[in-house]
């Protein structure tokens, strides 16, 4: 663990014994930003090969991404936190060449 997370950790151990609302508040209001990463090189072959669509939402459009039979059973894939729908390319693809319709956002 790097110093950066170990002070992070021990201010929340200590201001959430001394004022758990605010230490709550505080950890919502910094860990609900996901970090916004870069594609890395092996997931450029997924958003290549996948359909692309959006979805509306009130904020912001939500992008899905889908790859298979569309007439398969469907299989939706929902990553991680900090992660993306290219870091599921491994089981998009096995679940795609056995004839499922495969569908993972970001």
């Known amino acids: 663990?790097?110093?950066?997370?170990?002070?992070?950790?021990?201010?929340?151990?200590?201001?959430?014994?001394?004022?758990?609302?605010?230490?709550?508040?505080?950890?919502?209001?910094?860990?609900?930003?996901?970090?916004?990463?870069?594609?890395?090189?092996?997931?450029?072959?997924?958003y290549q090969e996948t359909r692309r669509f959006q979805v509306a939402s009130e904020k912001e459009a939500i992008h899905f991404f889908e790859m298979g039979d569309p007439n398969g059973p469907l299989v939706f894939l929902v990553h991680g936190w900090d992660s993306n729908a290219g870091g599921l390319s491994m089981f998009a693809s096995k679940f795609a060449q056995k004839g499922y319709r495969v569908i993972a956002f970001n």
């Open 1 to 46: 663990m790097n110093m950066k997370m170990m002070m992070i950790r021990t201010y929340f151990r200590f201001s959430s014994f001394v004022a758990p609302q605010r230490a709550a508040r505080q950890s919502f209001n910094i860990f609900q930003q996901v970090r916004k990463k870069d594609v890395r090189d092996r997931e450029v072959p997924f």
